[in-house]
C-alpha cells in the first residue's frame, strides 16, 4: 500500500500531465486547471477516508467539517446575519465533525466499499452536480472537474494495487486485488445503493454539449514522446 505522501505526490504529477493537453486546447484557463488539479488530488487521497489510522486523513476531515459547511451556506440564497451564519457555520462543523465522521468511521472498513471504482464514480458525480447546481458553473466546466476527481481516485486504486505486486520476487501479496475493484465482496448491499445512487445520479447531470467529442480530441494530443 502507498503512503499518504506517495499518493499526493503521484496525484500531482499525473492530473497536471492529464490538464496540460485539456488547458492546450482552451478548454481549461489557468485559473480553471489550478482548480481542476485540486480537484484530482482530492481524488486521490479520497479512497483512504475510511483509514481510521491515517492522520494526513484525519486532518482532511478536520478541513471538510470547516469549509464544507460555509460552502454550502454561502450558497444559499437566504440572507442570514453575520451572527446567524457564524452559529450556523459552528454548529454545522461540530456535527460534521463529532458525529458524522465518527459514525462514518464506525460503519466503514479500510480497503471496503470506498477502494472501489464506483465509488470513484459517485465523487465524480457529486462533484459534477454542486459545482453545477450550487456555484452555477458551466456544464462543461464542472463535468471537468467531476472528471479529474475521479482520474485521481482512479490513480490511487491503481497505484495501491501495483505496490500489492512484489515486482522483485514476481509474486502478489496479499492485498492484491482489493484496490482496484468493481465491488465490495463484503457489502453486497453497499455495493449495491452505490450503483443505484450512480444510476439516479445520472439523469441529474448536466448536459455537457460537445464535451466528451473535444476530450477525445484532447487526448489525442498527449504525446509521451
Not at 480553471?32 to 475510511?50: E, K, M, N, R, T
Request: hydrophobic fraction near 55%; include cysteine.
Amino acid at each position: 500500500m502507498a503512503a499518504f505522501q506517495e499518493h499526493v505526490s503521484i496525484a500531482v504529477l499525473s492530473v497536471g500531465v492529464m490538464i496540460v493537453p485539456f488547458h492546450s486546447m482552451g478548454l481549461l484557463n489557468i485559473e480553471q486547471s489550478l482548480v481542476a488539479l485540486f480537484f484530482g488530488i482530492l481524488g486521490g487521497i479520497s479512497p483512504d477516508l475510511d483509514s481510521d489510522t491515517s492522520k494526513p486523513i484525519r486532518s482532511v476531515f478536520k478541513i471538510f467539517s470547516i469549509t464544507l459547511p460555509l460552502i454550502l451556506l454561502l450558497s444559499f440564497e437566504t440572507r442570514f446575519s453575520i451572527v446567524e451564519m457564524l452559529l450556523i457555520w459552528m454548529v454545522a462543523g461540530f456535527i460534521l465533525k463529532m458525529v458524522f465522521f465518527k459514525i462514518f468511521l464506525a460503519l466503514t472498513q479500510h480497503r471496503g466499499i470506498f477502494h472501489t471504482v464506483p465509488m470513484g464514480v459517485l465523487f465524480g458525480q457529486v462533484i459534477v452536480l454542486l459545482c453545477f447546481n450550487f456555484f452555477h458553473l458551466d456544464a462543461n466546466i464542472a463535468s471537468l472537474y467531476g472528471f479529474f476527481m475521479f482520474f485521481g481516485f482512479f490513480v490511487h486504486l491503481l497505484l495501491d494495487e501495483i505496490y500489492s505486486v512484489n515486482v522483485l520476487g514476481i509474486k502478489m501479496k496479499k492485498s492484491f486485488g482489493t484496490a482496484l475493484k468493481l465491488y465490495d465482496g463484503s457489502n453486497k448491499t453497499g455495493t449495491f445503493i452505490l450503483y443505484l445512487l450512480i444510476v439516479l445520479l445520472w439523469f441529474f447531470l448536466p448536459d455537457s454539449g460537445t464535451l466528451f467529442s473535444s476530450m477525445k480530441e484532447a487526448f489525442r494530443t498527449i504525446q509521451l514522446f
